[in-house]
């Protein structure tokens, strides 16, 4: 089972930026597929990003596009999220996630990091 750690929230200021990294415990981690999902207050988690196996195809949800990048170093077992030019609507608590391939559903997650940004 994957077991998932975030680091990288705080605080910051409408235009700056921020990089999330999640580091993961399993050695097979470079054959799953991982996601960034965020949670606002009194709102539903909702997709950010997510990063295929190899790193070699990504996408990103609308409201984050050409701002945030997803990226995974394999050998660090660690994918980041680059976060830039951020928004008081990017205020959330950020997940990584973890896909199962057997079932096809994002099942493991870590405990969250908060980012916060004020205008």
């Known amino acids: 089972q994957v077991q998932l750690v975030e680091s990288g929230g705080g605080s910051v200021q409408a235009g700056g930026s921020l990089r999330l990294s999640c580091a993961a415990s399993e050695r097979t981690f470079s054959s799953y597929q991982m996601g960034w999902f965020r949670q606002a207050p009194g709102k539903e988690r909702e997709f950010v990003a997510a990063i295929s196996w190899s790193g070699g195809s990504t996408n990103a949800a609308d409201s984050v596009k050409g701002r945030f990048t997803i990226s995974r170093d394999n050998a660090r077992n660690t994918v980041y999220l680059q976060m830039n030019s951020l928004k008081p609507e990017d205020t959330a608590v950020y997940y990584c996630?973890?896909?199962?391939?057997?079932?096809?559903?994002?099942?493991?997650w870590g405990q969250g990091t908060q980012v916060t940004v004020s205008s």
């Open positions: 996630a973890a896909l199962d391939e057997s079932s096809g559903e994002y099942d493991y």
